[in-house]
């Protein structure tokens, strides 16, 4: 097996054939299915139950006949229910006639809350009765999540034989260190007959259908074996409540309506898929960062997803920050990457971290998440004017602040760089984390310690924003240090980061102080965080735009030039959403709104071929040739926070809006939408203690108009042109 920080940073391309699993998922329990709802006892496509980093259900599959149904569709309702519909094959009925194609409607509503409810009904559209048998296998492999990823489990724990009584099936596990893990699956009606072969159990009801008559079938699955008695709830009841909590967080969030109906259901999309990637940590909740792999607390990646939803729900920030507060480091341990004041990488608790055979504890190897904690800290606070919770995370703040002076910058150069120290963790720690992505121009690996562009942009920006936190919470001397140490990395960094050569900024300075110079999305990001100087934006926008970057469809992770490009990649050529996003709303800050258009445009594309209108988390580097379909890249988290999240950063930056709470101000920045998106209405854009709404719409000539349509409070809507 490949050490475990190789698959950490890429998850591994698995021999199945790629299929987009149906992934439904409620607070910390998901499941992924095939498209026809089955669950196969397949480990690296991720299908399965899981609940607490354990696969609790690996296998759920039904035939009727002895044989699977034929899919006719499949469709995702919502981020916690789906329907998926099918028909029989040709089969010969427990009668011994025949029953042909298209006689029975096999149909499916898959149903995740705090278990899996599992509805399969059968209905006869003959005119004749039909007999046959329907049949549902089941087992449970309790792996934990790493090693469904292909991390070898190498503990002694142990399977226990199924057993079954009535309508109830247990499936039951003890880990290592003995903590018992148990599913239990109530089936209503009891079957006729169960058969226990092994791990597998097998269950069968016979079936006889009069004309027009039909059979439903449930299956309840509980991870670890909770039974609530009299207070079990019943799908409809967890339906209902769910369908609730949802109608709640679609009320919280702005809303935005267009003229173009395909770009409404993307926005509909990223807002269910926000809403259901969502996962509570204690009081509070954050963004888990996608599924199957990384349903969790993360730093990066709900730190940057809550940055781009700040315009349409900042409360998710605040849930993140709170969280991650809550988890940040207080030691120096070098076998997680831990120092003291540094924001976590990820969280695990699984029995592979339980155990110590991975450092997610959590583990702590990632150089960018604290400035983008401050960052997102100052986000928050510029659009909500939330000095309460400013004043709560202020140890945080400067624990995080003495982290990036202290441990962060570990030559004192003024740039903060990484190395790492844990046997088991990642190679690299930024955003790019596979162990093969920063690389020198000849395609060579670059040596650390590694000191990466972005996010020398992520500490300039983390300082400025904080400072107006701290300003506020009276601390004025310490604002204005933050506002002088940020101008003083400004000029540093656009002397030793830029190449004059290729008119663009090195993506990192390795272990010798030696630019790594290799043309990639990085600098793209310090764009968006205002460090580049003005008279090197616009070469920095042309070449992010050149054909050798931009594919197409967005703007690629590594220049198509480069040795070391492969569009396959994860990291090296591929192109993420996310990614940009961040580089669309860098170039309108610094006044390059057609190349934002162009982003915007591919990434829509992207979205209006793709099932249910969600963006992937990446997809292939290939040049568009005039497909009206991307490559995919097999194993993407499909939802995934920041590739959810990234329309709301996209759409923020084509209207240029941006908030100023502390001086009670709305900002509209040379509003410019795209010739496919002729009107634009949102409603419910919070700024500090009001509330707005805003319409924008093609007026002619390249230029948008705008107006205000509602305002709560006393905020001032203002516009630069």
């Not at 299915?33 to 296998?59: F, K, N």
């Not at 996608?290 to 969790?296: F, K, R, S």
């Not at 504890?361 to 510029?382: E, I, S």
């Not at 591929?574 to 162009?598: C, E, M, Q």
């Amino acid at each position: 097996m490949p050490p475990f920080h190789d698959l950490e940073g890429a998850p591994d391309v698995p021999a199945e054939a790629r299929q987009e699993l149906l992934a439904l998922k409620c607070g910390a329990v998901f499941v992924c299915a095939r498209p026809d709802g089955d669950i196969r006892p397949a480990s690296a496509t991720g299908e399965g139950l899981y609940a607490q980093d354990t696969r609790h259900l690996s296998e759920l599959r039904v035939t009727v006949g002895g044989l699977p149904p034929v899919p006719l569709s499949s469709a995702m309702e919502s981020g916690h229910y789906a329907v998926i519909n099918a028909t029989n094959p040709v089969l010969r009925s427990a009668i011994d006639v025949p029953i042909p194609q298209g006689t029975l409607n096999v149909r499916r509503t898959v149903l995740i809350a705090d278990r899996l409810f599992y509805r399969v009904r059968v209905r006869n559209f003959d005119l004749k009765p039909v007999v046959t048998v329907l049949e549902v296998s089941l087992a449970a492999d309790f792996a934990d999540v790493f090693e469904v990823r292909g991390v070898v489990r190498g503990t002694s724990g142990r399977l226990l034989e199924p057993t079954h009584e009535g309508d109830r099936v247990r499936f039951g596990y003890v880990a290592a260190d003995g903590e018992h893990r148990e599913t239990l699956v109530a089936l209503e009606p009891s079957p006729a007959r169960v058969r226990i072969d092994g791990g597998r159990v097998r269950v069968a009801w016979d079936v006889r259908l009069e004309s027009r008559e039909s059979i439903s079938l449930w299956i309840t699955v509980t991870p670890n074996g909770f039974e609530g008695g009299e207070a079990e709830p019943t799908a409809a009841r967890a339906a209902a409540q769910l369908d609730s909590e949802y109608r709640e967080w679609v009320g919280s969030c702005a809303q935005i309506t267009t003229d173009n109906e395909l770009f409404d259901r993307l926005i509909d999309a990223s807002v269910r898929d926000m809403h259901a990637l969502m996962m509570p940590v204690g009081d509070d909740q954050l963004p888990a960062a996608g599924i199957p792999w990384y349903v969790a607390p993360f730093g990066r990646d709900s730190l940057l997803s809550a940055c781009e939803s700040l315009v349409i729900n900042p409360e998710v920030a605040r849930g993140t920050l709170l969280v991650l507060a809550g988890l940040q480091a207080q030691a120096d341990e070098a076998w997680r990457d831990a120092e003291p004041g540094k924001i976590l990488h990820e969280l695990r608790i699984g029995e592979l971290a339980r155990t110590g055979h991975i450092p997610h504890t959590p583990y702590y190897g990632t150089v960018d998440a604290t400035p983008l904690f401050l960052m997102v800290a100052g986000g928050y606070y510029r659009w909500t004017l939330d000095l309460d919770t400013m004043a709560r995370l202020l140890p945080a703040f400067d624990a995080a602040l003495e982290w990036i002076d202290k441990w962060g910058d570990r030559d004192g150069d003024g740039f903060v760089e990484y190395e790492r120290r844990a046997p088991a963790g990642l190679a690299n720690h930024g955003w790019k984390d596979s162990h093969d992505c920063i690389v020198h121009a000849d395609g060579s690996l670059a040596q650390g310690p590694i000191a990466l562009v972005e996010v020398q942009g992520y500490v300039y920006e983390a300082k400025l924003r904080i400072a107006d936190v701290y300003e506020a919470l009276g601390d004025t001397a310490r604002a204005d240090q933050l506002r002088v140490e940020a101008g003083d990395l400004r000029k540093a960094f656009n002397e030793a980061f830029w190449n004059p050569d290729e008119g663009f900024f090195a993506l990192a300075l390795d272990g010798r102080k030696a630019q790594v110079r290799s043309v990639t999305s990085n600098p793209a990001h310090c764009l968006y965080c205002g460090i580049i100087d003005d008279d090197k934006a616009a070469l920095v926008a042309e070449r992010l735009m050149a054909p050798d970057m931009f594919s197409g469809w967005g703007i690629r992770t590594l220049s198509s030039s480069s040795p070391a490009y492969n569009p396959m990649s994860y990291h090296n050529g591929s192109v993420w959403p996310h990614d940009n996003a961040i580089a669309a709303a860098g170039l309108k800050r610094y006044g390059f709104g057609a190349a934002t258009g162009r982003i915007a445009t591919g990434l829509f594309d992207v979205a209006s071929g793709a099932r249910d209108f969600r963006l992937p988390e990446l997809f292939c580097g290939f040049q568009r040739d005039g497909s009206r379909a991307i490559v995919a890249y097999p194993v993407a988290c499909i939802p995934q926070a920041w590739a959810a999240a990234a329309p709301f950063m996209l759409l923020q930056a084509m209207l240029g809006i941006s908030a100023h709470a502390p001086q009670n101000q709305l900002t509209v920045d040379r509003p410019q939408l795209p010739d496919w998106l002729v009107g634009v209405q949102i409603h419910n854009v919070r700024v500090g203690h009001s509330k707005v709404g805003l319409a924008f719409w093609e007026a002619g000539s390249s230029s948008t108009g705008f107006s205000l349509l509602e305002q709560q409070g006393d905020v001032r809507v203002t516009m630069t042109v």
